[in-house]
Every structure is written in C-alpha cells, then in structure tokens.
C-alpha cells in the first residue's frame, strides 16, 4: 500500500509537470503565430494576408493556427487586446509614480507625446478599422473593444482631473478616442513623408494636442448643460 501511495504521488507529479510543458508549448506556439500575424498584416495589408502565410511564417500548418485561433479575425483582435494592456499599464504606471495630480497630468502628457512609436499596429489598425466598416460583425466587436478601452483611459483621466478640481469640455472617452486618432493620424503621415512631419514634429504636436484638451477651466465653469 505505502508502494502504491509513492507511485501515485509520482505519477501526479509527472502529471503536472507534463501540463507546464504542454502548457509552455502552447503560449511558445501562440506567440510565434501572433508575431508572425504582426509581420504579415503590415507586410500584406490585413485583408490580403493569408492564414498560410501567418503560419508558415511561424514556423506551423493551418492546424497549428486554428488550433490557437478562429481565424485571422481572431487574431488580429488578440493582437489589438495585447497591444491595448500595455498602453493601459504603461499609462497607470507613468501616473502611478507620482502623487501629486499635477505632476500626474505631466507625466501623461510627456508619455503619451512619446508612446506613439508602434507603426506596424497603426497601419495594421486603420486597415482593421477599413474592414470592420465593410462588415457588421468585426464592426460591432472593434467598436464593444473600442469603448471599454476609452472607458479606461477616460476614468484615470476623470480621476486626475478630478483632484485637480478641473473638468474637460468633452466627455473623457471622447478625448481618449481623439487622443489616439490625433495620434493614429499623425504617425500615417510621418510614415508617408518622415521629411515633411518628423519624428520629433509628431511628438511636439501630439504635446500641444494634449494641452489643448486638458488645460481646461474650472470644474463649475466647465459644465456643460444638460
């Protein structure tokens, strides 16, 4: 009996560590497929880019890639759910290291005058964006992500400006929805013509952007009615 008790405790133990490995295949698998999805997209444009192609360039068959995705809708959004966390955290974090609401507001502007640098996922986007357009069902999703992502932003924005005693004249998700169009649009031109808008002219216009909505009057004064 004490025999049988041992190989069964080693057998759990083998068991579970055969789950990690399987486990750390599987997040190994679907991080290649999703870098190679990122590769594609900006390489092919979103609509021509062909399953085979995503996992071929992972290093898989078409097996490999529905077995991790439904398909290359699937996975652009999981692209676009990971590249919104680490906006989300690195913007709390930026925040975070500060007390002071000022000093908060500051450092979100410095951040994100100098976050926008992705441009793989800003062409990869607005591609999305174009499809999603053209059908119903990406639309409805793209738009459901859309808005709790600027709920997110809005509410730490909301919170700065609230201990600072100061309001916007626009609804927080809308300047959080503006804050990533100026941002989005500005990145497209300084890919099309980098001679004309440098590097160094989007993150200055992006500064005065930021100014523009957020150097706002006193919360009472600011109300808009209704």
Known sequence: MPGRGKRSRGGASLSARSRTRQSDRTRATRRKLLDAAKRIFAQDGFEAARLEDIAAGAGYTRGAFYANFKSKEDIFFALFEEWVRERIES?????????????????????????????????????????????????????????????????????????????????????????????????????????????????????????SIFQALPMQASRRAG
Do not use: W
């Open 91 to 211: 913007f709390t974090s930026a925040a975070r290291r500060h007390t002071d609401p000022g000093e908060k507001l500051v450092s979100l502007r410095t951040h994100y005058a100098e976050l926008a640098t992705d441009r793989r996922l800003v062409l990869i986007s607005m591609e999305f964006k174009l499809f999603a357009l053209r059908h119903p069902e990406a639309h409805a999703r793209l738009r459901s992500r859309h808005r709790r992502i600027r709920a997110s932003f809005g509410k730490l924005f909301s919170e700065i400006m609230g201990a600072l005693g100061r309001a916007i004249p626009i609804d927080y998700p809308a300047a959080s929805a503006c804050l990533g169009a100026v941002s989005q649009g500005l990145l497209l031109e300084n890919l099309l013509d980098p001679k004309t808008l440098s590097d160094g002219d989007v993150r200055h216009v992006l500064g005065l952007f930021f100014d």
